[in-house]
């Protein structure tokens, strides 16, 4: 019998994760930083990304030493609008929020700025750090490579990452814009919910073992084998796999660390921008125009059947305020992951 999603206090996941950090060795406000971002996508309904991933991905690789808990964190190069800095292998949350923050203080005094990193861990949900610029009214740019689980156009070989993309904008009145999109049909997360679910996934999505299009979830992620967005050549993949090797550019090659199909372990370079809205026009004039576009796309006709038009984020910010008042709901086998990282770690579990 299929057992029902539990619904748990946001505030009380974010402690408990705190806890789980705390005890690995992570200073605790590095480890407020990394819960933050977990729980964050949590709460925004990217459970994908949220701490489904705390055990499998974070606990582990802290525990086999392969993310360095109390990292140096070095600023390598830099110019008034750029910088290269070396995550010392440390989480990819906390390197990247320090980065990001970097970003914006670098904006603030130039208009615009650009940081790409090396030798960091994967971050969480893209969109985090590029939602960290909204309050300084700039628009905020978040992409990071990963290991290579995406064939190329016409190759059956995975030859790039995921390499998520995150754009933040502000707005007025609407709620920002804030796209964030993996460059492949769909990131490992959502194989991993319809692993976990024993659902099918849709043909276009991945490649089994010998280069075929597969439905089978768990047969997607033993090849990993991610077709780019778009699929097949003759709906756009091609598309989808340069978008691939842009993010693969600037997160990889432009910061020294290499390309996804060259990465050893789960290391990872990103790169974050930040650009002043009032650097090319008055904020409020901005901030206008956004809310005009949104809510002119918003009334546009709809495609029958269809009696709503959504505004990238759109569905995250309202998940967001629902799980806030109800509780974020985590699948069963979730929950069973966090008690048993509870008991190895031997702290409370209280969820």
């Not at 789980?20 to 949590?42: G, I, R």
């Not at 994967?122 to 995406?150: E, W």
């Not at 707005?171 to 460059?183: S, Y």
């Not at 992620?221 to 090797?245: I, V, W």
Request: charged letters at 25%; glycine letters at 10%.
């Amino acid at each position: 019998m299929e057992r029902s999603p539990v619904r748990v206090d946001a505030e009380a996941l974010h402690e408990f994760v705190v806890r789980v950090f705390e005890k690995m060795n992570v200073p605790s406000e590095d480890a407020e930083t990394a819960a933050d971002v977990l729980v964050q996508a949590d709460l925004r309904g990217v459970d994908s990304h949220g701490v489904a991933r705390l055990g499998k991905y974070y606990v582990a690789g802290l525990q086999m030493g392969i993310m360095n808990p109390r990292p140096e964190i070095k600023l390598v190069k830099e110019t008034p609008a750029t910088a290269l800095i070396d995550g010392g292998g440390g989480l990819g949350m906390v390197v990247g929020a320090k980065a990001m923050n970097y970003c914006i203080r670098k904006a603030k005094q130039s208009g615009a700025a650009f940081v790409s990193v090396r030798n960091s861990n994967h971050f969480g949900v893209a969109a985090y750090y590029a939602m960290m610029a909204l309050p300084q009214d700039m628009v905020g740019i978040s992409l990071t490579q990963a290991n290579a689980r995406v064939v190329p156009t016409f190759g059956r070989q995975p030859m790039l990452g995921t390499n998520p993309i995150s754009v933040a904008v502000p707005t007025r009145e609407e709620r920002p814009f804030v796209l964030d999109m993996a460059t492949s049909v769909v990131a490992r997360g959502k194989l991993e919910v319809a692993a976990r679910e024993k659902r099918p996934i849709p043909l276009g999505w991945a490649l089994d073992k010998v280069g075929n299009p597969t439905t089978d979830a768990r047969e997607a992620m033993e090849s990993r084998a991610n077709l780019p967005l778009g699929g097949l050549t003759e709906t756009g993949g091609h598309k989808g796999y340069g978008l691939a090797l842009v993010v693969d550019i600037l997160s990889g090659i432009l910061s020294g660390w290499g390309p996804g199909a060259t990465i050893k372990g789960l290391k990872v370079g990103h790169f974050f921008g930040a650009l002043r809205v009032d650097g090319f026009r008055p904020v409020d004039e901005f901030k206008e125009m956004m809310d005009d576009m949104i809510r002119a796309i918003r009334a546009s006709p709809k495609a029958p059947g269809q009696d709503r038009i959504y505004i990238h984020g759109e569905i995250e910010f309202e998940a967001e305020e629902e799980n806030k008042k109800k509780g974020i709901p985590l699948h069963p086998e979730v929950i069973d992951s966090l008690r048993e990282i509870a008991g190895s770690l031997q702290i409370a579990f209280d969820l």
